[in-house]
């Protein structure tokens, strides 16, 4: 029997029936994209290069020095070696700002890059560094910092991904449950409105004949005072998995109107194509455990050629079954009305 979603709108076509996904701004790329991770290389020994300058900047000169006095150019006694601690003094500090500036700036664009790279979902990205010490260098520890944040952010991340895929299954779930009859499985009486009118639409697109079938279940209500409303429901229940096993699976949509009332939508199905689907329907109905009951049955089969009056036309079409049903009752019931449009 197809209860599921088999006879919903994929087998169906009918396209204004897909369950539209939420959206939330920057998750779809973050749930379709695998999170890549990726070393960022940070130069982070910036006080080991600060002093091989500093040491260079002490070096040069006194090589300077040395040479000066090895070709005589100073004697001992001048003031030659005051050069070291002015030179120093000098351009220590412009060339230790330089370095610094250098060193920062590249460090500081590889932190823009791991920034850029969590805005993108790629939640891990790490940096390159080493192994952690009691005492470390400052820009060490707010790489760290950064580090344990874009953890904190993909841990965040993934919870509101796996919450957002329950919201959407508990959303297609109250779908399902707004659509389906609780009882019998089969589509309800709001459902078919919705359904009705697109079928409506694209018989009058395509030409072709649009047929509607109701059945009315005869003396259900003597079955409910006698044998009780389970005994009632499982007869229900019955004629329900029968109509599905009478149709075309996946492009016939049965329903269950309320009560003892059921219906089927017939899509491009001749008026001979539906008498031969309610042959069959009552055929396999009285081999079942019906306790006594029969059914009432009015096929309908219609040509829409007016689109500006759609409504109209799918109220008449209704109307014209309700009245065969009718007709049948009236000659006591069991039977079969079949009209055309």
């Known amino acids: 029997m197809e209860t599921t979603e088999t006879l919903n709108s994929q087998k169906h076509g009918y396209a204004c029936f897909q369950p539209k996904p939420v959206k939330f701004e920057g998750m779809e790329s973050s749930m379709n994209t695998v999170a890549k991770s990726a070393k960022i290389q940070v ?8 002093f091989l300058v500093l040491l260079c900047l002490g070096i040069i000169p006194m090589m300077l020095i040395i040479l000066l006095y090895e070709h005589h150019v100073l ?19 412009s060339i230790t700002t330089l370095l610094e500036y250098l060193l920062f700036k590249n460090n500081l664009l590889k932190i823009n890059e791991f920034a850029e790279r969590i805005k993108d979902g790629y939640f891990d990205t ?29 841990g965040q991340n993934n919870m509101l991904i796996y919450n957002l895929k329950e919201t959407r299954s508990e959303a297609n779930m109250m779908k399902k449950l707004a659509e389906r009859d609780g009882l019998t499985g089969l589509f309800n009486r ?29 003396k259900f209500k003597q079955v409910n005072d006698t044998y009780g409303h389970d005994t009632g429901d499982r007869v229900l ?16 949509v049965p329903f269950r109107f309320g009560g003892d009332e059921f219906g089927i939508i017939l899509p491009k199905t001749e008026l001979s194509a539906a008498e031969r689907v309610v042959s069959r329907l009552q055929e396999v109905y009285m081999t079942s455990e019906r306790h006594g009951t029969t059914l009432s049955i009015s096929a309908v089969s219609a040509v829409v050629t007016d689109g500006e009056v ?6 008449t079409i209704i109307k014209k079954a309700d009245d065969g049903i009718y007709k049948v009752k009236k000659r006591g019931g069991n039977g079969a009305e079949f009209a055309r449009i």
């Open 43 to 50: 130069n982070f020994k910036i006080r080991k290069h600060l």
């Open 75 to 93: 004697k001992p006694g001048n003031n030659g070696l005051i050069l070291i601690p002015l030179f120093m003094l000098l351009s220590a500090r």
């Open 126 to 154: 790490h940096f390159d560094l080493p192994m952690q010490k009691d005492e470390e260098n400052y820009l060490v520890q707010v790489l760290r910092s950064l580090e344990s944040l874009a953890r904190v952010i993909r």
């Open 190 to 218: 709001r459902y078919f409105d919705t359904v009705f009118q697109v079928e409506t639409e694209n018989a009058y697109r395509s030409g072709t004949p649009l047929t509607l079938i109701m059945v009315d279940c005869d």
């Open 237 to 252: 229940k019955q004629l329900a998995l029968i109509m599905t096993e009478v149709i075309r699976n996946g492009r016939d």
């Open 310 to 315: 759609l409504q109209e036309q799918m109220k």
